[in-house]
């Protein structure tokens, strides 16, 4: 049964701070990766896919890495800002489901 | 372009009631899935819809059923109420059909359900 995990569960920086949110899953037969964004409340705000064939994927300030070999993923935010704060998730995708991680919450300071 | 509709937006019912929950995906697509996302927790797949019929089920009991429509629309039902149902029921669409379940997932904003 895949397992997703998200490290860490909530995570607080000064505006400006570069970071990385961490994902792991326990199966590395998958189609994709997925790292959404989810502010207070909301629905999910798609942010990077990455395909089982690829490496990484770049959007902005964002950028996502996959390693399908070791379970892993990270993502990578450049030059936070105050509007960044969310919750963080990373969902794997195999057949027509996809399993979420807990997600991480973001606070950037002003 | 309208985006993926749910309604109605917050609900309120008590133990032992039934819901239904509905769904409008983005469109140009035909698939549905539903996801339970309770506090504090990553979103749990329930089910997903395409060409009307159920294609695929996640590990929900017999309570949770769904509805898919011929304009693709879907409905999501819950019967016999417990309190453990209170969550964010999201919906997404996707178009099915694309290689290697490549293609993104839209999400809608969710509705929340409040069981007392």
């Known amino acids: 049964k895949q397992e997703v995990t998200q490290i860490p569960a909530a995570l607080s920086v000064p505006e400006g701070e570069n970071l990385v949110l961490n994902c792991s899953f326990t199966?590395?037969?998958?189609?994709?990766l997925q790292w959404f964004r989810q502010d207070p409340g909301k629905g999910l705000t798609s942010l990077l896919l990455?395909?089982?064939?690829?490496r990484e994927q770049t959007s902005g300030r964002l950028n996502a890495s996959l390693d399908k070999s070791s379970g892993r993923s990270t993502l990578y935010i450049a030059a936070s800002q105050p509007g960044d704060s969310a919750t963080y998730l990373c969902?794997?995708?195999?057949?027509?489901?996809?399993?979420f991680g807990a997600g991480t919450r973001l606070t950037v300071k002003p | 372009d309208a985006g993926v509709t749910q309604s109605p937006t917050h609900l309120i019912k008590t133990r032992g009631q039934q819901v239904t929950l509905r769904c409008s995906p983005k469109?140009?697509?035909?698939?549905v899935s539903w996801y339970q996302q309770a506090l504090g927790q990553g979103p749990q797949f329930i089910f997903q819809?395409?060409?009307?019929?159920?294609?695929q089920r996640g590990n929900f009991p017999d309570r949770f059923s769904g509805h898919q429509f011929p304009n693709y629309s879907s409905e999501l039902n819950v019967n016999a109420l417990l309190l453990g149902d209170s969550a964010l029921y999201l919906c997404?669409?996707?178009?099915?059909?694309?290689?290697?379940?490549?293609?993104?997932?839209?999400f809608g904003p969710g509705t929340r359900l409040l069981v007392l």
């Open positions: 819809y395409y060409e009307e019929e159920e294609r």
């Open positions: 469109s140009g697509h035909d698939t």
């Open positions: 969902a794997v995708r195999r057949g027509n489901d996809m399993r």
């Open positions: 997404a669409s996707s178009l099915a059909g694309s290689s290697s379940f490549g293609e993104t997932q839209y």
């Open positions: 199966d590395s037969a998958i189609y994709n």
């Open positions: 990455i395909q089982s064939s690829q």
